[in-house]
């Protein structure tokens, strides 16, 4: 009897706690980084939000304006509601701090590009949003499979992710 009880005090004493996430996408603790495939020239332009994590985003374009480089997030496809300006400074390779005439400030981080630039993953360290992106609206199956590992790998949880498109 005093052996099963000792059993049971080192088995419960194995369990940790919960992992940490920030707004319920990302276990924080997981490592995360930028991929290294990175090139802006290869990135600007339209990108369609394929999963995302319900945060209303339908397509994001990096863009050119007089002020410099910004990523634009727009609610509809085409952009025609003109969308969100997020002027955007590059932090690294792949990382951006992006910031609005309000003040409003976020980071994102382009996790994993493929090779031709076809399809693409940009979340940031805080969690708090998380996209796969592709140049168009249906195909690539394959590479958004692969997306959705790069977000699982880096901390996501892809249970919580929902088809945009």
């Given amino acids: 009897m005093k052996r099963a009880l000792l059993s049971l005090a080192v088995l419960a004493g194995c369990a940790g706690p919960a992992p940490e996430t920030a707004p319920g996408l990302r276990d924080t603790r997981a490592l995360i980084g930028a991929t290294s495939r990175y090139d802006a020239a290869r990135f600007k332009g339209a990108w369609l939000?394929?999963?995302?994590f319900g945060d209303g985003v339908a397509q994001v374009a990096l863009v050119e304006t007089t002020k410099g480089p910004a990523f634009q997030?727009?609610?509809?496809?085409?952009?025609?509601?003109?969308?969100?300006?997020?002027l955007a400074q590059q932090q690294g390779q792949g990382r951006y701090a992006l910031s609005r005439p309000d003040g409003s400030t976020r980071t994102l981080w382009v996790l994993w590009v493929d090779e031709g630039f076809r399809t693409a993953v940009v979340g940031n360290p805080a969690g708090d949003f998380g996209w796969i992106l592709d140049r168009s609206a249906t195909g690539g199956a394959d590479r958004i499979?692969?997306?959705r590992e790069i977000l699982d790998f880096n901390g996501y949880d892809t249970d919580l992710l929902r088809l945009t498109q």
């Fill in 49 to 52: 939000v394929r999963d995302s």
């Fill in 73 to 86: 997030l727009c609610t509809q496809v085409g952009c025609g509601d003109g969308g969100t300006l997020w």
């Fill in 145 to 147: 499979t692969a997306a």
